[in-house]
């Protein structure tokens, strides 16, 4: 069976840390499939709290997750720290993926890589809008390391 390849992207926008809490723990004592997208959408919206915007409002329009894909490379237990680090791929005319890859404090061991492809939706309308120019420039700039 064919495995999931997530490449990450050329530059690295933003970082945060995260406990793993009892919630997240499965019956099998490790993290749970389902706290992967969980803890990526923390992080996205650390990510865009760090530029002034919400899920619902950048530059008048909000986002909402096309896809998804989750590697799972390495157990994570209650108490570990997730390092995530979040860089940006794939940019279209209507969104781009967000690619995070999260490794544990204490082991430096790299345990989960995530894609969230994320779309701009006009909640008004109901329907995809194209990407603001004014964020399309703001992530370019960020990117390269010139985000004010």
Do not use: C
């Not at 002034?52 to 390495?74: C, H, P, Q, R, W």
């Not at 967000?98 to 430096?108: H, K, L, P």
């Amino acid at each position: 069976m064919a495995r999931i390849v997530l490449d990450l992207p050329q530059s690295i926008v933003f970082h945060t840390e995260l406990p793993i809490a009892i919630a997240d723990i499965n019956y099998g004592g490790h993290m749970g499939n389902d706290a992967a997208l969980r803890l990526a959408h923390e992080v996205r919206l650390r990510w865009l709290k760090s530029l002034d915007y919400t899920e619902l409002n950048i530059e008048g329009f909000g986002i909402i997750v096309s896809d998804a894909a989750v590697m799972y490379k390495a157990e994570v237990f209650h108490g570990d720290v997730l390092r995530f680090e979040l860089g940006l791929a794939d940019h279209n005319r209507y969104g781009f993926d967000i690619v995070y890859t999260a490794s544990n404090t204490r082991t430096q061991q790299e345990t989960l890589r995530i894609k969230t492809g994320v779309v701009f939706f006009d909640y008004q309308q109901r329907k995809v809008a194209p990407a603001p120019m004014a964020f399309s420039a703001r992530l370019a700039a960020h990117e390269k390391g010139n985000a004010p």
